[in-house]
Every structure is written in structure tokens, then in C-alpha cells.
């Protein structure tokens, strides 16, 4: 019996590699019983990426190089891995459930014509078969899925879920020949890196929130110097509508916003029930408050009783 | 311009519950409401209609209870509205029902654009889009966030990736899947509430729509749920950050970098 | 059909709820704060057809029944009850010309009553509860009415652009006219600066010779005082819907608060006292409720239904009241703040001990019915 094929999309634009495709060479090999893990890799002619790939040990490399994959369509990637995917017959396939990863997989899954599970937390080898493992329903409910009678077996998986991890191996590397249909009714441009923006509190990745015992404005200054930092916002509690600084918009809770950042740090808020409502689906939330009593700190998954000066100071101070 | 979106109900935020014995969801009694990525869909339809004329399509897959989200469609301001409907397509997966939404869009006929919103909010996949894409070999331009038509024929779309974004121009026809900053979704109204009991519903089935039969429902699909289960439910554990404020600090950025 | 009836009112009531969570119940205290509807907000009332809700298919509008109109003001006023105030004002004008407007009147005014509100006014600085002492005259010129007078305290004066208003003719007689701001010789007067429902504007027009036909009148001449009660009966089950959403709001903020404050390691839900308060103002709500639908079941089947109008109105306004004032003490001196809604509940429910009837004239006329049974 020929060994099987573990295969990892490789995205990548024209300067670097898709993290999560190496998190997930790292995972495949890492699941892997006796398959070989495979990156196939869609990029524009270069060097350096295939190296960069090459540092995560794959057993193989598939590039498949073209200048025109500098601003190729989802369709375009899609046809190319079919051609690839269409006659190795892998038994597997991994790809980042990047916004890129989850357009092109499941037009490849229709081109192929078999299963595709999106946005997996976790994959795993049960003999051949991949146990592709997702949330559903929000991330309340999970489900194991798998796709007994088609291959290759298809999963985007979760950026972030696994560590890339740089290890040697003896990694062949293999151009492959290939042909390149440009789709005519579609141009695109070449993607614009952005800075995240957000205007609004509630679409925020990172919020610092204040609250009246933290209302000085020199904390407020400092807050801001946080918040441009960390790459978020500044919210506020009710009591901090009132002041010049805020207005309704930078509100959080019942009469406010909900948010829902991946990181929140409430300064001098006590965390009265129309505040904590506001902040039910925020991921982490970090609580400062010199009353070792007061609610928020049991709402938090990290609580510091003590000064919100002196804790903000150290934070401007260690965060990168 | 005829539009159609596709649409899924969805049960309402966290009614779902498992069933502790036999591990199947309970969704009983759960009130189904139009995914909420699919309402920014309909009001991209609308607005395009709004401005260039034409017709806007509600187009769903599911029981007769999937009614009710067709009529909210309709209250919004779409024109009419089409349900594929039958025990024969239960259970399908992504591609089944990629493969039957197609053919009823091949159906329906002379679709200029075909709207689907970035994913549902229960099954997160986002994959129907791009199936249907394909399978109408059409070209796609997914998780848009602008939307405009320049004239009758072609679209710019800018769609957000990770970190960037990108401007995608196509000739229609073509599948646009939209994200939630596109637009706000415009509320029914009194008025279209009442009308849209008077709109037009069709309910099709697999003797309405030309189907490989071998190619529906659970036959159709490759995927198979193995189990599902609730995970651990963690309420928040809060860790206390110890020492003087420096050592927290440090203490706090070590634990949530990694 | 009823089906059709039931599903569309739950469609409705879900539009509302969204529309109140959305746009209102966030403004709900600048609009205290602020004694005005910010700009824009009832431009948004209008474009999302709340204007249209009762009006019949014939006019453009989406012909709810009353029961399921005074529903969806309940579930406003949980989030702002000015606007469902102001709502309740144009709704129970509308049902006096329909009931007793000339065809052509509803042809020439119905279609636009989608976009603008419509105000019913009797009270004159001479007394809001003695219609028969006004000096608002209306005068027969040939074929038309000349009107001339002042009213006050009118719910949406200033906002509305069609008033129905009580006149006395020459021969000493009463009757309703329909006048329109856009006429010659109307003007506005004053705005009142009053301590709740501070969103609802209350105004004052002046009108200095409005000549207009002779359809404009309401029913028949003499009828004026009939009209003017139907109002006041359509009008108070509508503001028992709003003041259920009065108690429902309450009712949440002492419910939220007693469940997270503690005293000592007690949740304040498990102490009796609290619990009294909870439960009193549980059952004022649930009965408030029932009556103002109760009220409007009876006008769908065109039954007498003023008597209960009048209870739905004289218990409600002062449960609201009353319950407003437990959830204060529940919060303690968190109710006692202006950071907190429970004040301006408070406000807002008392006008309603006042407007459409004061409670003792109300009281009157519920004992006097039950006098005379």
C-alpha cells in the first residue's frame, strides 16, 4: 500500500506566507500516523517563501509558481489546486480558514465533489479518516465530522489554534507544471493592507474601558495611549457619558453598546448588572479595581485590586 | 436586474440545547429567525433594485417552518419568493445543497446576481456561496464590505481579508457573499408586513427542479456528523493577578500572549 | 385568515420590539435630559411606517386592529415612552375620522396621515375638563367654517400638522374641525415644559380666521362633546399599553438589580421585602395588561368598552406610578439617581394621572356607571 498524503494549502501573498498555513504544516505533521504532509503552495515566483515554508519541515513542497497569483481570484487559485489535488489524490487536505482559505475551499470542494468542513478548532487521525472537529451554534455546541467515502478529505481550519513550530527535515521541493485560466470577467486589485479602524466600540478587537474611578483626565489621556496601542478603543461606563470626553457612542452596556473584543480592560468600573450585560461576549476581560468586592472582578478572567494609575503605567510600559 | 439571495433560518441566538442522552440537538420549539448576515444580503438587493429596477428573489432550502423567515424577506421589500422544500433534500450538507440551490437559480432563470450572506450564524460555514458559484460557473467575490453597480452588467466589490482589503470588479452574472458592515439591514415595515402575505411564495420540490436525484439531501452528502457534543461550559475563571502592579502586569501579558 | 391576522401582529411586535432596542431605548434618557426627540429620530418613526400602523389598506396604511396596535406601544414604551405617547395621539385621531369624518375628508387627509401626525385637541386655557366653557369659535360661511380660537396642552402640538379641534357654533353647539397647519391663519403657540413624557411635545396652536369646508366638520354639529369622549375612550386604552410598557420597565431594572445586589452574601431577591415590592409591581403590569386588552377586545367587537377605557387608565396611570416608586426603593439610592431611569418613569407615568381624563374625573365616571347599573 502506497503511503497517503497529508496536504496543507499554502497561502501566500507576494512578500510572506499565510501564518496559519504553517501552524498548520505543524499540526499535520504532528496528527500525521504514517502519511506524508504536503504544503502545495500557489505563489508568485519567489524564493523566499518557499524557504520560509521549508522551515517548518514539510516532507514535500508542491510550488506552483505564476506572477499572476500576485492578485489571482478565488476561482483562479481554486482551478489550480484542482489540477494538482485532481491527480495526486491526496487523502487529506488542510487549509487556513483565512478569508482567502474560505472562498477558494469550497469552490475547490465543488470542483472535486466531496466534503469540506469549515472553520475547524481541532483535526485528528483516526486511522485514514479525518476527525475534523468544529464549533457550531456559536462555540456553545461542537460537532465531529467526517467524510467517510471522498477524498480528499477537506477541513479549513481556525487561525491561531495551533503554534507553527520550525523543525529540519529533509523536504523535497517540487515545481509543478500546471496551466493558469485567468477568469476574464473578474479583476481584481492587489489587496491594501489596513490598519484596523474600528469607529465603533462595538466592532473593536481591544477595549479600554473606564469607569468613574477612573475618570481623571489624566488616566483618560493615558487610556487613549493604551487603546492606540493595543490597537482598540476607549469605552466608557455610564457615569463617563456625562463628561466632555465621551459621549453616548463610547458607552458600554445596557443603554450603551455591547462589544465583544477579544480584550477588555475595565479601569475603575464596579460592574453593575447594565454594565456586565454589555460585556457578556467580550473573549478576555481583564478588571482593575481598588474594591476587592466589587462585581466586575468576578466577572473577569484576570482581577488586580489596586491602583488603575499605577496599573495602566505598567501596561504603557510592557506592552510592545 | 433580477436578484436572488439565499437565505437560511436560523434558530434564535443560544435557544439550542443537547440532548444529554442521545447527544442530538433539541430544536424543538426553537424559534427560527433569518440569519442575520442574510438580512445585509437582503438590503444589498434592495438597494441595487432600488436604484437600477428589477426584481428581488428570496430563495431558501428547508421545512415549511422556513416560512416565516421567507416572510420577513418579503416584509423587508423583496418581490417574491421561492422555497425548496421536501424530505428528499434532509440532510445535506454544503455541497447538496450548493448542488440544489443551483439548480432552482438555473430555474428560476436569467439571474444577474445571486446574494448570500458571508456564513450562517449556526453552522458557520460560508461554503454554499462558493459552491453555487461554481456550480453556475460563475465568477464569486466573497465577504464583500462595499458594494456598488456601475452600470447594469458589472459590479465593484471591495471585500475585507485578513488584515487587508481588495477591490474585485466583475461582469455579472455573479455570486456576492456579504459581510455585516456592508449595510444596515432596513426594518419590515407595517405596511410590507401586510403585503407580504400577499406576495408570491413557490414551493418546489425534486419533481419541480431537473435534479440528480443520486446528487440530493443525505445521498448527496459526503459529510457525516459523527457526534456532537457540549463542551466543558467555562463560566469565567478569574485569576487574580498577585504582587505589586509591575509584577501583575508582567504576570497578566505572559498569560495572554501565549 | 385569523392565522394570517396572528402571524402578521407577532411580525409587527417583533419589527417594533427591534426598532425600540434599536433606536429608541439607547435615547431613552437624553430624550428626558433633552425635553425634545433628538434630530432625525421621529424622521425614522415616520420612514419605518409606524405612522401607518392602524391606518385601513385603503389610505396606504397597514390596518392593524387596535389590540395589536396597542401592543406595539406597549412594547415601545419598555424602551422610550414619549414616542409611544406620541404614537397614542395621532392613533386615537385617526379613529375619530374614521369613525365620523365625511368621505371626502378621508380621501383629501387619510393617505397622508402615513407621514403626518394628527392631533386631537379640546382644552382651552378655560379649563381642560369644562369642553362646554371654550371660546374656540366656528362660524358658518356660506358653504364653509370659519374657525377661530386658541387651544393648549395638545399631545403633539408643534409636531403634528392636522388638528381635529372642539369649536362652539353660533348656535351655541359643539362639533369637531379638522384644520391643517399649512392654512391660512394657523399659527403655533407655545411649548410646555413639562416634568415627564418630556420627549412628547405638548403645545399650544392659535387659529385667526382658518376658513375651511364644510366637510372638515366631524360627524354633525352638536355631536362635538360625543366625539371628544370617543377620543378620551381611545386614547386610554392605548396609554394603559403604555403604561404596562412603563411597568415592564420597572419591573426589569428592579429585577436586574435585586438579582446582582447583595446584601451581605443574600441576593436582595431572596429577602421579603424586596420580594413584596417585586411581586406588587409584577401583578400591577399583568393587570394593566389585561385591562387595556381587555378594552380594546371590546371596541373590536363594538361593544361599550368606556367604562374599562376609564379603569384601564385610572389603575394604570397610578400603579405605574406606584411601582415606579417601589423599584426606587428596591435600588435604594441608586433609584434615587438621575443615572438611573426609575425617576423619570416616575415623571413619565404621573402625566398620564392627568392627561386624557385626570384619574378623578375618570373615577367619576367609573362610579358614576356603577351608580346608575
Redesign the interface.
Known amino acids: 500500500m502506497t503511503q497517503t498524503e497529508i496536504w496543507v494549502y499554502v497561502q501566500t501573498n507576494q512578500t510572506s506566507v499565510e501564518p496559519t498555513s504553517l501552524q498548520l504544516i505543524t499540526k499535520a505533521k504532528e496528527i500525521a500516523v504514517n502519511q506524508r504532509v504536503v504544503a502545495v503552495m500557489p505563489t508568485v515566483v519567489s524564493e523566499k517563501l518557499i524557504n520560509e515554508v521549508q522551515e517548518y519541515g514539510p516532507d514535500k513542497i508542491i510550488t506552483l509558481e505564476d506572477d499572476r497569483f500576485k492578485t489571482a481570484t478565488d476561482t483562479e487559485i481554486a482551478d489550480v489546486l484542482y489540477q494538482v489535488v485532481s491527480t495526486r489524490k491526496p487523502n487529506s487536505l488542510l487549509i487556513p480558514a483565512t478569508v482567502i482559505g474560505r472562498s477558494v475551499a469550497p469552490r475547490l470542494q465543488a470542483m472535486l465533489q466531496t466534503g469540506l468542513t469549515a472553520d475547524c478548532l481541532d483535526v485528528y487521525f483516526d486511522g485514514d479518516t479525518l476527525v475534523q472537529v468544529k464549533p457550531t451554534y456559536g462555540d456553545d455546541i461542537m460537532c465531529e465530522i467526517t467524510c467517510p467515502d471522498h477524498q480528499p478529505q477537506m477541513a479549513t481550519v481556525r487561525p491561531n489554534v495551533f503554534k507553527a513550530v520550525k523543525q529540519n527535515n529533509d523536504t523535497t521541493i517540487e515545481k509543478a507544471d500546471f496551466e493558469f485560466h485567468p477568469e476574464t470577467q473578474v479583476k481584481a486589485s492587489t489587496p491594501q493592507s489596513i490598519i484596523s479602524s474600528a469607529a465603533n466600540i462595538g466592532d473593536a478587537n481591544v477595549v479600554v474601558a473606564l469607569g468613574r474611578g477612573a475618570s481623571s483626565p489624566a488616566i483618560i489621556e493615558k487610556a487613549r495611549k493604551l487603546a492606540a496601542k493595543l490597537g482598540g478603543m476607549v469605552g466608557v461606563s455610564r457615569p463617563l457619558t456625562d463628561s466632555d470626553e465621551f459621549g453616548h457612542e463610547s458607552q458600554i452596556g445596557q443603554s450603551g453598546q455591547s462589544i465583544a473584543p477579544d480584550l477588555l480592560i475595565n479601569f475603575g468600573i464596579s460592574g453593575a448588572v447594565q454594565y456586565l450585560v454589555g460585556i457578556e461576549n467580550a473573549k478576555t476581560i481583564v478588571s482593575v479595581n481598588t474594591d476587592p468586592d466589587a462585581p466586575i472582578l468576578a466577572a473577569s478572567d484576570y482581577a488586580f485590586v489596586g491602583d488603575a494609575n499605577d496599573f495602566m503605567d505598567n501596561l504603557l510600559e510592557q506592552v510592545r | 436586474m433580477k436578484i436572488v439571495v439565499c437565505i437560511k433560518q436560523v434558530p434564535k441566538s443560544d435557544s439550542v440545547k443537547i440532548d444529554p442522552k442521545t447527544n442530538n440537538m433539541i430544536r424543538d420549539n426553537v424559534e427560527g429567525v433569518i440569519n442575520p448576515f442574510d438580512k445585509n444580503a437582503i438590503e444589498a438587493a434592495l438597494t441595487i433594485r432600488d436604484q437600477l429596477g428589477g426584481e428581488v428573489i428570496i430563495l431558501s432550502m428547508g421545512p415549511d417552518s422556513y416560512m416565516s423567515s421567507l416572510r420577513d424577506g418579503l416584509a423587508m421589500g423583496a418581490d417574491r419568493a421561492v422555497l425548496l422544500s421536501s424530505r428528499a433534500f434532509g440532510g445535506a450538507d454544503t455541497l447538496a445543497t450548493g448542488y440544489t440551490i443551483s439548480q432552482a437559480l438555473k430555474k428560476i432563470g436569467d439571474v444577474d446576481l445571486v446574494l448570500f450572506g458571508r456564513q450562517s450564524v449556526d453552522a458557520d460555514t460560508g461554503q454554499v456561496g462558493p459552491i453555487v458559484a461554481q456550480y453556475l460557473d460563475v465568477p464569486q467575490i466573497t465577504f464583500v464590505e462595499q458594494l456598488r453597480m456601475i452600470d447594469q452588467h458589472t459590479l465593484i466589490g471591495q471585500r475585507l481579508l485578513d488584515g487587508s482589503t481588495q477591490q474585485v470588479q466583475v461582469t455579472l452574472p455573479a455570486v456576492v457573499t456579504v459581510r455585516a458592515e456592508l449595510n444596515t439591514p432596513r426594518y419590515e415595515t407595517p405596511v410590507n408586513i401586510q403585503s407580504s402575505f400577499e406576495k408570491n411564495v413557490d414551493v418546489w420540490d425534486e419533481h419541480d427542479i431537473d435534479l440528480d436525484k443520486s446528487r440530493i439531501g443525505q445521498a448527496g452528502s459526503p459529510t457525516v456528523v459523527k457526534r456532537v457534543f457540549a463542551p466543558d461550559k467555562k463560566g469565567r475563571q478569574t485569576k487574580t493577578l498577585n504582587g505589586n502592579a509591575k509584577k501583575a502586569v508582567q504576570e497578566l501579558l505572559g498569560q495572554i500572549n501565549n | 385568515m385569523e392565522q394570517?391576522n396572528i402571524?402578521?401582529a407577532g411580525?409587527?411586535h417583533r419589527?417594533i420590539r427591534?426598532?425600540t432596542d434599536n433606536e429608541l431605548?439607547?435615547?431613552?434618557?437624553?430624550i428626558d435630559a433633552q425635553g425634545d426627540y433628538p434630530d432625525g429620530l421621529f424622521d425614522k418613526v415616520v420612514n419605518?411606517?409606524?405612522l401607518?400602523?392602524t391606518l385601513p389598506?385603503d389610505y396606504?396604511?397597514?390596518?392593524?386592529d387596535y389590540e395589536t396596535a396597542a401592543k406595539a406601544l406597549h412594547i415601545m414604551a419598555i424602551g422610550n415612552a414619549s414616542m409611544a405617547v406620541t404614537l397614542e395621539g395621532h392613533f386615537k385621531t385617526l379613529e375619530q375620522i374614521l369613525k365620523y369624518g365625511d368621505q371626502r375628508l378621508k380621501d383629501a387627509y387619510l393617505p397622508s396621515a402615513?407621514h403626518r401626525i394628527f392631533a386631537f385637541s379640546q382644552t382651552e386655557s378655560s379649563g381642560g375638563s369644562n369642553p362646554k366653557g371654550i371660546s374656540t369659535r366656528a362660524t358658518r360661511q356660506g358653504d364653509d367654517w370659519i374657525i377661530t380660537g386658541d387651544k393648549i396642552m395638545i399631545t403633539n402640538g408643534g409636531l403634528a400638522q392636522v388638528y381635529c379641534v372642539l369649536a362652539k357654533t353660533d348656535d351655541d353647539q359643539m362639533g369637531v374641525f379638522l384644520v391643517d397647519q399649512d392654512m391660512p391663519g394657523f399659527s403655533f403657540g407655545k411649548r410646555e415644559d413639562f416634568i415627564g413624557l418630556r420627549g412628547t411635545p405638548v403645545g399650544e396652536i392659535v387659529m385667526d380666521h382658518i376658513k375651511v369646508p364644510s366637510y372638515h366638520l366631524l360627524g354633525k354639529v352638536g355631536q362635538g362633546l360625543e366625539i371628544g369622549n370617543n377620543a378620551h375612550d381611545d386614547a386610554r386604552i392605548l396609554m394603559g399599553a403604555v403604561l404596562t410598557g412603563i411597568m415592564e420597565h420597572e419591573l426589569q431594572i428592579a429585577v436586574?438589580?435585586s438579582?446582582?445586589r447583595k446584601a451581605l452574601d443574600t441576593p436582595l431577591y431572596e429577602l421579603q421585602s424586596i420580594q413584596e415590592k417585586i411581586a406588587e409591581i409584577a401583578i400591577a403590569r399583568q393587570n394593566t395588561e389585561l385591562l387595556y386588552q381587555h378594552g380594546a377586545q371590546l371596541k373590536l367587537a363594538h361593544q361599550s368598552y368606556a367604562q374599562v377605557a376609564a379603569m384601564t387608565k385610572s389603575y394604570g396611570s397610578r400603579a405605574a406610578v406606584r411601582s415606579g416608586d417601589m423599584a426606587l426603593q428596591v435600588l435604594a439610592g441608586y433609584g434615587y439617581s438621575r443615572?438611573y431611569p426609575i425617576e423619570h418613569l416616575i415623571r413619565d407615568a404621573r402625566a398620564m394621572e392627568i392627561a386624557e381624563g385626570t384619574v378623578e374625573r375618570m373615577n367619576g365616571e367609573i362610579t358614576l356607571k356603577q351608580i346608575n347599573r
Request: charged share 20%; glycine share 10%.
Open positions: 394570517q402571524m402578521a411580525m409587527l419589527m427591534e426598532f431605548a439607547p435615547l431613552d434618557m437624553q419605518n411606517g409606524l401607518a400602523i389598506k396606504g396604511g397597514a390596518a392593524f402615513t436586574d438589580y438579582k446582582q443615572e
